[in-house]
């Protein structure tokens, strides 16, 4: 054999026991570790299972509290001023005065009855004006009037 080839076959013995002593030492520890696991698991199992239980609820009970008390945040419009109403959509529909007026009064939720008092005009003459109203608005029900009158803002 010659002298470089010496080194080289010491240092291949050296990292295989290095190897083979470490492999061996870490089965070793797991299989400690394992032991001690399964003593530990039959030793003290009802106290294991009942502290994860409890974890569990405590867990649960925390997120329950945070999720019903939790405040619900309202989305907030920007403030543009006054309401103005849209003119040149009253304008296409050919909705009068009087009808963006008693359409007002619907969304405040006014009855017929209540309407007419108001305006002094006779409940016959606030049923007209509603028909026609809501004619023009394509409604055949009050509360649908007053949707699409938001919706086209006539109102606020």
């Known amino acids: 054999m010659s002298s470089a ?3 080289n076959a010491a240092l291949r013995r050296a990292l295989r026991d290095i ?15 394992l032991t001690e696991y ?4 039959v030793e003290h199992s009802v106290e ?13 009970g925390i997120w329950l509290g945070l999720t019903l008390t939790r405040k ?7 403030f543009t001023g006054p309401f103005t109403p849209d003119e040149r959509r009253i304008s296409d529909l050919g909705i ?15 009855s017929n009855r209540e309407i007419a008092d108001r305006l002094f005009v006779s409940e016959n003459t606030v049923k007209t004006h509603s028909s026609r109203l809501f004619d023009k608005l394509g409604a ?5 009037a007053v949707q699409l009158g938001k919706q086209a803002h006539l109102i606020p």
Do not use: N
Not at 38 to 41: D, E, G, S, T, Y
Not at 96 to 110: D, H, S, V, Y
Not at 140 to 144: A, D, G, M, Y
């Open 5 to 7: 080839a010496k080194p």
């Open 19 to 33: 190897l083979l002593f470490g492999v061996c030492g870490g089965l070793l520890i797991t299989l400690l570790k």
């Open 38 to 41: 399964r003593f530990l698991v």
């Open 48 to 60: 294991i299972y009942g502290g994860l239980i409890a974890a569990i609820f405590a867990a649960l």
């Open 72 to 78: 619900k945040v309202q989305p907030s419009l920007p």
């Open 96 to 110: 009068t005065p009087r009808e963006l007026e008693i359409l007002g009064l619907i969304a405040a939720g006014l």
């Open 140 to 144: 055949r029900r009050r509360t649908q």
